[in-house]
């Protein structure tokens, strides 16, 4: 029998248990309970709460990443086209996960270890962006002086609060409205020359 099914379930377990408590409201006794697993298992995988909890962002990180497409470009259309699509999954995926957003981001706002071990820990996401866009700037289809890491934050944390500013909304968002608007904004912070413009 392996260990890494229950660590597994804890995991998923910690997504809910988050997401409904946030970090500093859950305990791991939830967690355990929640996975159907003997609360002494926790610490077999994880030394504390906090650990687990940077394992959960790391686990919705890496399934919002995986969704990405991964391409190289022949032109600047297309480069903008797989943005918009990037965006609006992007929309999509946050505004789905939307408390599960808020409560990573409360947990960072409430804690300066969490907010740090976030801060260093590898989002492939933001290393898809920044490599993309360093393509994009080598090819001329973007202001070669954009920071990519420093812009691809920018933008990440851009989406994340709109959706969230949204998903307030009872109606929720026009999907199509906030990616278009969320695009829009990518574009203008990109520097990306307007649309049939050759570049």
Do not use: C
């Amino acid at each position: 029998m392996t260990l890494l099914p229950t660590r597994q379930a804890l995991i998923d377990a910690a997504v809910d248990v988050f997401t409904e408590k946030g970090l500093h409201g859950a305990r791991v006794i939830d967690v355990t309970k929640r996975a159907g697993v003997a609360a002494g298992s926790f610490y077999t995988y994880f030394e504390t709460k906090e650990g687990l909890f940077l394992e959960v962002v790391d686990k919705v990180r890496q399934e919002l990443a995986a969704e990405v497409p991964r391409a190289r470009f022949s032109d600047a259309e297309s480069a903008r086209a797989w943005l918009h699509d990037v965006v609006r999954l992007q929309v999509v995926r946050l505004s789905e996960g939307a408390a599960t957003w808020r409560m990573i981001n409360a947990a960072a706002l409430g804690n300066v270890q969490v907010a740090t071990a976030l801060r260093e820990q590898d989002d492939p996401l933001t290393r898809t962006l920044t490599d993309e866009l360093g393509f994009w700037a080598e090819q001329g289809w973007i202001d070669p002086g954009v920071e990519s890491a420093v812009v691809v934050d920018a933008l990440i944390a851009l989406t994340e609060q709109a959706v969230q500013q949204w998903s307030h909304d009872d109606a929720g968002p026009d999907l199509e409205a906030a990616t278009a608007a969320v695009a829009d904004a990518w574009t203008a912070l990109l520097r990306m020359p307007p649309r049939g413009s050759g570049r």
